[in-house]
Structure formats: structure tokens, C-alpha cells
């Protein structure tokens, strides 16, 4: 079983979408209180990611794209 890592999920999205997610990265880190980066996520966890955003896709009639942080300690 290959799960796709999320680093390589952020790559393959829309250069908007990748984008957006870099502001975000950034304004995160940015913050006075915490850093923050990418998560790298199990299978079962992004997993959830991925049936979160189908879910939310669904209900909202839109293609909707979620990222993971963690907080640098």
C-alpha cells in the first residue's frame, strides 16, 4: 500500500492552492506565540484528512482542499 505523503499532496496541487498554503505556512511561522510547519501525517490520519475534505466537498458543492500543521517545538 502506497500513501501519498503530505508533502507530495501540497506538490501536486493547483499553483493557487499551493500558493495559498505557502502565505498560510508563512504567516504562521510569522506568529509570535508559535511556529508552526507542515504535518507529515500517518496513513490513517491523512486518511482522515482526505475523507474530511470529500465530506466537506460534498456538502458545500465546492472542491475544498485541507493542510495539516504542527507546532514546532
Keep these: 500500500m502506497n500513501h ?5 499532496s501540497v506538490l501536486e ?3 493557487s492552492c499551493r500558493a495559498a498554503a505557502d502565505r498560510m505556512e508563512a504567516a504562521l511561522r510569522e506568529e509570535d506565540q ?4 507542515t ?7 491523512y486518511s482522515i ?4 475534505e470529500k465530506a466537506l466537498s460534498q456538502e458545500l458543492g465546492r472542491d475544498i482542499v485541507l493542510a495539516a500543521y504542527q ?3
Excluded: F, I, Q, R
Design 4 to 8: 501519498t505523503t503530505p508533502k507530495e
Design 13 to 15: 496541487l493547483p499553483n
Design 34 to 37: 508559535a511556529s508552526y510547519s
Design 39 to 45: 504535518a507529515h501525517l500517518n496513513g490513517t490520519a
Design 49 to 52: 484528512v482526505k475523507d474530511a
Design 71 to 73: 507546532k514546532n517545538e
